[in-house]
């Protein structure tokens, strides 16, 4: 049965022994808002198999206690943040409701009942129940709240007028500054040698301007991948990392999608330079690797020489 906000926590005002359940690798929407309502409900935080890198990031930072894979023992559940079934990975449901704004919602179906909104994400649903509860939003659960609205709005992306409402609404009630979400849900590693290699990456980097596009090659030790992801976040086009592993040169690419458009596409660049230089490579338009052999900064000179041509390419038919 559909019930709307305020049928929906006077329903749970009957149980005692409550889980809120998330779907596996629970993201902070999901866990955000399975812990705004335990504050103001009491009850059982549980997520299948575990927490995404951010929300654990978020429960770590914020002391949220939550159970891995929980027993089912509870008188009820709510199912949070869920759409199906198959993300309670065979999670056995018998009495429930469901909080969700995912467009199709199966579970819907057997739910004891279910609040059910078009909203970008779960958090702003439980924010209307609380409010509605009348029930004082603490700063932990504002904080979490918060976290699920930027993440699931893609940091405002796809966020609506009401996304903007909630989160301006919680950052006057809690008084927590933006920027202090922000940071927690920095994508940064948080690995020490991870972020050692994104600087050094930045540092050797070789940039070369070919009309207005920037083409960078660097070399690492480790983390060529996520360091040529870090170097398209700062402005390169297209990147080039390579690493050398006894006699093998890993070389990993990433480029933009502009970059895509205008012709380039490192999936067969990987393919021809891998077979001059002795290797095997592949993998998307956007992102590709090679193991070859050979000299590093030749391999490198290579690639831009590659990507050069597949950009000029475009740009001379263009050209009326
Ligand atoms: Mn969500």
Redesign the pocket.
């Known amino acids: 049965m559909e019930i709307n906000e305020s049928e929906f926590y006077n329903r749970l005002l009957d149980y005692h022994n409550l889980l809120y359940l998330c779907h596996r690798n629970a993201?902070p929407?999901?866990l955000g808002s399975a812990f705004a309502l335990k504050e103001a409900l009491g009850g059982t935080i549980g997520v299948i198999e575990g927490c995404d890198r951010v929300a654990s990031q978020i429960a770590k930072q914020l002391n949220i206690d939550f159970v891995v894979n929980p027993a089912d023992d509870h008188d009820f559940v709510v199912v949070v943040?869920t759409s199906t079934l198959a993300q309670l990975n065979g999670f056995q449901l018998k009495r429930y409701a469901v909080i969700d704004?995912?467009a199709t919602t199966s579970l819907n179906i057997n739910a004891d009942f279910f609040l059910h909104r078009n909203s970008s994400?779960?958090a702003e649903i439980v924010l209307r129940v609380l409010n509605l509860m009348g029930a004082p939003i603490m700063r932990r659960a504002a904080f979490a709240l918060i976290a699920?609205i930027i993440t699931?709005t893609g940091n405002f992306k796809h966020a609506s007028a009401d996304s903007f409402k909630a989160m301006a609404e919680l950052i006057e009630l809690s008084g927590i500054e933006y920027s202090e979400v922000m940071e927690s849900l920095s994508s940064l590693p948080q690995d020490i040698s991870m972020r050692i290699a994104f600087i050094k990456a930045a540092q050797r980097a070789i940039i070369e301007r070919v009309e207005d596009w920037i083409i960078v090659t660097s070399q690492v030790s480790s983390f060529g991948g996520a360091a040529a992801t870090n170097l398209i976040s700062i402005g390169a086009d297209v990147a080039f990392v390579a690493s050398k592993d006894a006699e093998v040169v890993k070389v990993s690419a990433r480029a933009r999608k502009n970059a895509i458009n205008a012709g380039v596409n490192l999936a067969r660049l990987m393919e021809d330079i891998s077979a001059r230089f002795n290797g095997t490579g592949g993998g998307h338009e956007g992102a590709a690797g090679m193991d070859v052999h050979g000299d590093i900064e030749n391999i490198l000179a290579n690639c831009t020489e590659y990507v050069r041509n597949s950009l000029l390419k475009i740009t001379c038919q263009m050209r009326p």
């Open positions: 993201d929407d999901a943040d704004h995912h994400s779960t699920g699931d």
